[in-house]
C-alpha cells in the first residue's frame, strides 16, 4: 500500500488545476437553501430509527487574534465575554437536536474546532462538555476518537490537563510555519517552545494522538525555510502532519488582503517546497495518507488505509464514516444518511434562531443514486488510491465502463500519462499520481461542468 510518491513535475504541471478536496460528495457548493430543519430532523428519525452511531463537531468560531491566511468562519474578538451567549444558544440547538436521537446512538468521535476552541475558559470547556454528555452518549471508557484543535498561544499545562479530564485523547495543533519572518507576514507569532510546551503535557498525560498543522506557499516562505521548519517539526514527532497548500483568495477572504502578494513564493517555487517536504517526511518514516495528510505507521490513519478501512467527512480523514456526523454551531456541517446540511454561517442569524427555539439549517443537500454511486467512488479513490469495480457495480446494479462512458477516454489519457492504471477489473493510482488523486476524483464528479464552479476551489498542488 505505502508506495514510495514519486515526483513527477510533467504531470503536475498538466494536471494541478482548481478542485475540491472532497470532504463531501457532492460539495458543500452544491448546497440549496430549500433544504432546512424539516429535512434534519426527517434524517435524524431515520438515524434513530437505525440506531447509527454518532459522529459530533462543534464549531467554536471565536479567535483573540487574526490570522492573515486564514480562510475558516471565525469571529475576532478580544472580548472573552463574547463566549458565554454563543454557548447558550449552542446547548439549545444540543437540546433540540438531542431529543429527535436515541441514547443508544454512542458518539464514537466529537470534535472541537474553530476558531480557537481553547478561547473558552476552563469553566465554560466544563460546561459546554456538561452539555453534551447531558444529552449526546459519550463514551466514558476513553475508546472514543475525541480530539480538539489547540492554538499553543491559547493554552498551558493545566488546560491540557483539563481538555484531558473532560474525555479529549487526540489534539490537533496550529503552527503553520515556524520561521519568524513568514510568522510575521501572516500575523501569527508562536515560538516553537510554546508548541513544545503543549505537546510534552500531551505525552505526560497520555493523549492517544498528537497533529500538527503546517501550510506551504506563505509569504516569505522558501524551500530552504520551510525545510528548517519540518526538521523542528519532525523532532517533536507527531503522530500525523497536515501540510496544506496556501489557496491567496483575497477577494472571498478579507484577512488574505493584508497579505502582500509580491512576497508569495511563485508556483515554482511552490513546488519546490513540497518536494522537499514530501522527501523530508518520508525519510523520517512518514507515509502519505493522501491530501496533504502524512502519520507514523502506527497511526490509526494509517493502519486504516492499509487494512482498507480508512473513510473521509466533513472532519477529514477518519475511521468513523460509517457514523452520522451532527455540525453544531454557526456555520456547522452535518450528514445524516443522505442528507449533507449546513447552519447559518453568519453568527447574529445563527444566534436569533436558536433564540426563538428553532434550528439554524439554512441550506443542503439530499443525494439520490447517482451521488451515492459517484461518492462511492471518489471515496475509495481518495482514500486507497485504486478502485475495484465489481463491488461497486454489485453494490449500485451497473457497468461502471458504460455508466462512465463519457469520462473513459479522459481515464484512458491519464493512464496513458503515467496518472494511473486502468483495466477491466478497476483503477489504481500510481505513485506519480497520488498528489494528484483530486484530479482523478473530478473525472467522476458530475457537478464540475459549470464554468463558475472552478473559482470556488484551490488548486490540487
Not at 73 to 85: C, E, F, L, Q, W
Not at 179 to 192: I, K
Not at 230 to 253: G, K, T, W
Request: proline fraction near 5%; charge should be negative.
Amino acid at each position: 500500500m505505502f508506495d514510495t510518491l514519486r515526483w513527477a513535475p510533467d504531470l503536475i504541471r498538466r494536471y494541478d488545476q482548481a478542485g475540491p478536496r472532497y470532504t463531501s460528495y457532492p460539495t458543500a457548493v452544491q448546497f440549496e437553501p430549500g433544504v432546512g430543519a424539516f429535512d434534519l430532523l426527517h434524517a435524524l428519525r431515520d438515524s434513530r430509527r437505525a440506531l447509527k452511531p454518532l459522529s459530533v463537531y462543534v464549531h467554536l468560531p471565536f479567535c483573540a487574534h487574526i490570522c492573515y491566511y486564514c480562510a475558516c468562519n471565525k469571529v475576532i474578538t478580544k472580548d472573552r465575554g463574547r463566549a458565554a451567549p454563543y454557548l447558550q444558544h449552542l446547548a439549545q440547538e444540543i437540546q433540540l437536536l438531542a431529543c429527535h436521537l436515541d441514547r443508544r446512538q454512542a458518539v464514537e468521535q466529537l470534535h472541537l474546532g474553530g476558531g480557537t476552541p481553547t478561547f473558552l475558559n476552563h469553566s465554560e470547556l466544563r460546561q459546554l462538555m456538561a452539555t453534551l454528555r447531558k444529552h449526546f452518549s459519550l463514551l466514558d471508557d476513553d475508546s472514543g476518537d475525541y480530539s480538539i484543535e489547540i492554538d499553543p498561544r491559547e493554552a498551558d499545562w493545566p488546560t491540557v490537563g483539563l481538555l484531558r479530564e473532560l474525555g479529549f485523547n487526540r489534539i490537533s495543533l496550529g503552527v503553520q510555519d515556524l520561521d519568524p519572518q513568514v510568522q510575521r507576514a501572516v500575523n501569527r507569532l508562536q515560538t516553537l517552545d510554546e508548541t513544545l510546551a503543549i505537546i510534552e503535557a500531551a505525552r505526560t498525560l497520555q493523549y492517544r494522538s498528537i497533529n500538527i498543522d503546517l501550510i506551504y506557499g506563505l509569504p516569505r516562505q522558501s524551500a530552504e525555510s520551510f525545510a528548517r521548519t519540518l526538521e523542528e517539526v519532525i523532532a517533536l514527532q507527531p503522530d500525523r502532519l497536515s501540510v496544506f497548500n496556501y489557496a491567496h483568495l483575497p477577494d472571498r477572504f478579507a484577512p488574505q488582503r493584508r497579505i502582500a502578494a509580491a512576497e508569495l513564493p511563485s508556483p515554482a517555487q511552490k513546488l519546490d517546497i513540497l518536494q522537499n517536504t514530501v522527501e523530508q517526511l518520508t525519510r523520517a518514516g512518514y507515509h502519505y495518507i493522501g491530501m496533504d495528510h502524512f502519520a507514523l505507521p502506527h497511526d490509526e490513519l494509517a493502519i486504516a488505509q492499509e487494512d482498507h478501512s480508512l473513510q473521509r467527512n466533513f472532519q477529514g480523514y477518519t475511521t468513523h464514516g460509517h457514523c452520522d456526523l451532527i455540525g453544531l454551531g454557526v456555520s456547522a456541517i452535518s450528514q445524516v444518511g443522505d442528507l449533507l446540511c449546513q447552519n447559518d454561517s453568519d453568527l447574529a442569524g445563527y444566534q436569533a434562531s436558536l433564540a426563538n427555539q428553532q434550528l439554524a439549517t439554512r441550506r443542503g443537500y439530499v443525494c439520490n443514486h447517482d451521488d451515492r454511486l459517484r461518492r462511492a467512488v471518489i471515496q475509495q479513490l481518495i482514500c486507497h488510491f485504486e478502485l475495484a469495480f465489481a463491488p461497486i457495480e454489485q453494490a449500485f446494479a451497473v457497468n461502471l465502463r458504460s455508466y462512465f462512458a463519457d469520462i473513459w477516454p479522459n481515464l484512458e489519457r491519464m493512464a496513458a500519462d503515467g496518472l494511473l492504471m486502468l483495466d477491466a477489473q478497476g483503477l489504481r493510482v500510481l505513485p506519480a499520481g497520488r498528489l494528484l488523486v483530486r484530479a482523478v476524483c473530478m473525472q467522476f464528479d458530475a457537478y464540475l461542468s459549470a464554468p463558475s464552479v472552478q473559482p470556488r476551489y484551490s488548486k490540487v498542488i
